[in-house]
């Protein structure tokens, strides 16, 4: 693979023949637990995540789940009782929790990964940092004819940073699409949807096959590998913050440090969840995606960029930073609607389509309002994908395969009907 290099631990290897072992490292600060916050909210458990005491891990409810730190249980307890707001506790000891899940987690793998080798995707268990690597490089050289994978960059902590192009079969080249996934480091399933998506890409021969696919697996590797060995749990990429000396005040939300309304609904509490850096694209990972979108945007048509997240079951559009209609939104509604209508079929799952603001929350320097303002594609979007909070950001591996499946359908709706003239599959 061009200018790929792929690095494997003792330990990884060790890992790798272990699969239950691997499974069981990842962890959680000792102390944490996760609670829900009842009563008339408002803005209280968005000042306490500012001030970096919690984190948020469900905002699409009028109830807030959130995850407490032993350290600041004290405080937030003060908190919510000056605002007059109960709470429960909805998991005492969260590494206990892990543990326990992971002991229900079936071992058995219908796919595996040998030392150095992913011939695909796992289907049944979410891929290690390594694996994922592994997977690109035989991918590049299995089917060299049509997919090039290469690195666009390095994150903070020196870690490649890889594109899949996946070239159309056909002469005739109708435009570009972009996918990200894995900008937030503890959503596995984003990542995992999007690698299950790359075999169904590359064998689909029809309109598709009019479109240049690029695809980002993995936008946070430090992060996601952090999530596996000491904090399942963790959101932001890896930096090291000047002036904090406190635990868990590392690291930026990159999905907060793009350079569009920068800081306008996010954190400079580099202790919070959403801290948004320095400045706009003050991390490697994101100058690193910008770039390479501008690059993909000004050599092709560039469609439709699509950031796969998770959870919630939401189709969004921008804007994030405004309750504002952004240009094309009727357009951009019908088609994300006609993607939540074919994911449905399968499952029964149901998509909302909203934006950002209206839907979920207000949220600045984003990837898919970069893309919308800067490089004015046509078609921008942010998919939240499974469940609705029943697992969260720990969903169950056996829910990557029906992921895939439903957001495979909605795709297959979706590349046929963004095109310059507009196709529409029904």
């Not at 299995?142 to 890889?162: C, M, Q």
């Not at 993909?296 to 469609?303: A, E, G, P």
């Amino acid at each position: 693979m061009s200018n790929m290099q792929l690095c494997s631990t003792g330990l990884l290897a060790f890992l790798v023949i272990l699969p239950h072992f691997c499974w069981s490292q990842y962890a959680a600060p000792p102390g944490d637990q996760i609670w829900e916050v009842e009563g008339e909210i408002g803005l209280v458990t968005t000042m306490l995540q500012d001030k970096g005491l919690v984190d948020i891990l469900d905002e699409s409810r009028s109830r807030k789940i959130i995850r407490v730190g032993l350290k600041n249980s004290i405080d937030v307890k003060f908190i919510l009782l000056q605002h007059k707001l109960t709470y429960k506790i909805l998991v005492k000891d969260l590494a206990s929790y892990l543990k326990e899940k992971d002991g229900k987690t079936i071992k058995t793998r219908s796919i595996t990964c040998t030392d150095l080798s992913c011939p695909q995707p796992l289907s049944d268990a979410y891929m290690t940092l390594d694996q994922i690597e592994w997977y690109l490089k035989e991918l590049n050289i299995s089917h060299s004819s049509r997919v090039n994978v290469t690195s666009i960059g390095k994150s903070i902590e020196g870690r490649d940073i890889w594109l899949v192009h996946i070239r159309p079969l056909k002469c005739r080249v109708d435009g570009a699409v972009w996918i990200e996934a894995g900008i937030h480091a503890r959503e596995w399933i984003a990542p995992a949807v999007i690698l299950q998506l790359i075999p169904k890409l590359l064998e689909d021969c029809s309109r598709i096959g009019y479109l240049d696919i690029f695809i980002v697996p993995m936008a946070n590797p430090d992060g996601y590998l952090y999530s596996w060995t000491t904090n399942r749990l963790w959101r932001k990429n890896r930096r090291i913050n000047n002036n904090t000396s406190q635990v868990g005040c590392d690291g930026v939300d990159l999905n907060r440090n793009w350079d569009y309304k920068f800081g306008l609904f996010a954190s400079s509490n580099p202790c919070s969840e959403t801290f948004h850096g320095a400045s706009g694209f003050s991390e490697p990972e994101t100058k690193a995606l910008s770039d390479a979108m501008i690059a993909v945007s000004r050599d092709y048509n560039l469609l439709m960029v699509m950031a796969f997240h998770s959870y919630g079951q939401f189709i969004l559009h921008p804007w994030g930073w405004s309750t504002e209609e952004a240009p094309d939104t009727p357009m951009m509604i019908s088609r994300a609607t006609l993607w939540a209508n074919a994911t449905k079929k399968r499952y029964g799952t149901v998509y909302k389509v909203t934006s950002t603001t209206v839907g979920l929350y207000a949220a600045s320097g984003a990837t898919d309002d970069w893309a919308k303002a800067v490089l004015q594609v046509k078609y921008s979007y942010t998919v939240e994908l499974r469940d609705e909070g029943t697992e969260g950001f720990v969903l169950s591996p056996n829910q990557i395969v029906p992921s895939s499946e439903e957001v495979w359908d909605g795709m297959k709706i979706l590349l046929t009907a963004v095109g310059p003239g507009d196709y529409i599959y029904l």
